[in-house]
């Protein structure tokens, strides 16, 4: 828990393929210190990696588990802590795996607890003596509320009422981490957890938690897009993108969005925080970022970091040179890509282009700098 003890920055890693070390290699020149790392577009052994079947957990796959710790070893050689991030746990395989739809068996069947939580005391069993490893973030961007009656972005007090509703049963997201923590620990006493908040890890989100949890060794994330029908893909597609700063729909209204109200958002679980006594340096901000072609994006990534400055809590941004999808590589700046760039992930050849720092990556290059 020591590492956690002061600020620590860093960057996301949601790769196809598994990196390699130059990869790792660069983020640490950077100045990264760590990266959160999801091996769920990975090639499995079965089904699903690690998991082999998220419909039915019964094991962790040699051949994906030795292909994890080979990643962990690449990661260790360039000085980088990892978090192990899944994408998907048994009963709620990840939509992009899952043709595109949301997987809410996991908030509505318990069994399924029972299979994540025997899945990840397998995980903590093999990965917790790793030298790089620094956290278990136990799933990313959990929302048991997507189906289960709270409206996204509903007011403090509607998301307290449908808590008390809810409290004790399959979409009690708290609950549901204890229980996967007794089993952490039954195997792994020291390694940290990471806890994101529901919602997709909403910053508002904490806000119904009427406490942290028992566990004295938790770091509980948000991620940061709001508002996301400025920062998000969809936007570039419209025939007028909503701007940023500007007016953009959030929580079923149009605002009016600037480094003002990104402050006002972003300290929702600082204040949350504050309130159940849990301190500062245990909150991390596991993602944010926005559209590199959005002209907005520059003064975005800085408006949300300026929140962050001289506070202890951790951020990793979204994302270092996703290898399928180039929308928050900020190393290429905010023009189109040329043709020899697709033709390259066409052909799965390596991506051809220099890479290094750009005035789009200044906000976050200027942090990261030792």
């Avoid at 994330?221 to 959030?250: C, D, I, Q, W």
């Avoid at 929702?268 to 301190?279: F, S, T, Y």
Wanted: net charge negative; charged share 25%; aromatic share 14%.
């Amino acid at each position: 828990m020591h590492f956690w003890n002061s600020p620590q920055k860093g960057g996301n890693s949601f790769n196809t393929a598994p990196p390699q070390q130059d990869y790792f290699d660069a983020l640490a020149r950077y100045g990264a210190t760590w990266v959160r790392l999801s091996y769920d577009k990975w090639q499995p052994e079965r089904r699903d990696f690690l998991l082999g079947d998220a419909d039915h957990y019964q094991g962790l796959p040699a051949r994906d588990v030795a292909q994890l710790k080979t990643i962990l070893d690449r990661a260790h050689a360039a000085g980088l802590k990892v978090v192990i991030t899944p994408l998907s746990l048994p009963g709620m395989r990840w939509s992009q795996n899952n043709n595109g739809t949301f997987d809410d068996r996991l908030w509505q069947r318990r069994e399924y607890w029972q299979q994540a939580a025997a899945f990840w005391r397998d995980l903590a069993g093999e990965l917790k003596d790793h030298p790089a490893v620094a956290a278990y973030n136990l799933i990313n961007e959990p929302a048991p509320e997507k189906h289960g009656g709270l409206a996204e972005h509903a007011s403090p007090a509607d998301m307290a009422a449908w808590y008390a509703r809810e409290a004790g049963g399959t979409r009690d997201l708290p609950a549901f981490y204890e229980q996967l923590l007794k089993a952490i620990r039954e195997v792994d006493a020291l390694t940290p957890v990471m806890l994101d908040a529901g919602w997709y890890a909403a910053a508002d989100a904490f806000s119904y938690w009427p406490q942290a949890l028992t566990d004295a060794r938790a770091l509980y994330s948000v991620h940061m897009y709001e508002p996301y029908a400025a920062t998000s893909a969809p936007n570039l597609k419209r025939e007028k993108p909503y701007p940023y700063p500007g007016r953009v729909p959030f929580g079923g209204a149009l605002q009016s969005w600037d480094a003002v109200r990104v402050a006002e958002y972003l300290r929702q679980p600082m204040q949350w925080a504050k309130r159940v006594g849990l301190p500062l340096n245990r909150l991390v901000v596991g993602e944010f970022g926005c559209m590199r072609q959005l002209p907005g994006c520059r003064q975005y990534l800085n408006d949300v970091l300026e929140v962050l400055d001289d506070t202890p809590v951790h951020w990793a941004f979204y994302s270092f040179r996703e290898d399928t999808w180039d929308g928050m590589d900020y190393e290429l700046g905010d023009a189109k890509l040329p043709w020899r760039y697709w033709q390259a992930l066409e052909q799965g050849k390596p991506d051809p282009l220099p890479r290094g720092p750009t005035p789009l990556f200044e906000p976050i290059l200027r942090r990261l700098a030792p």
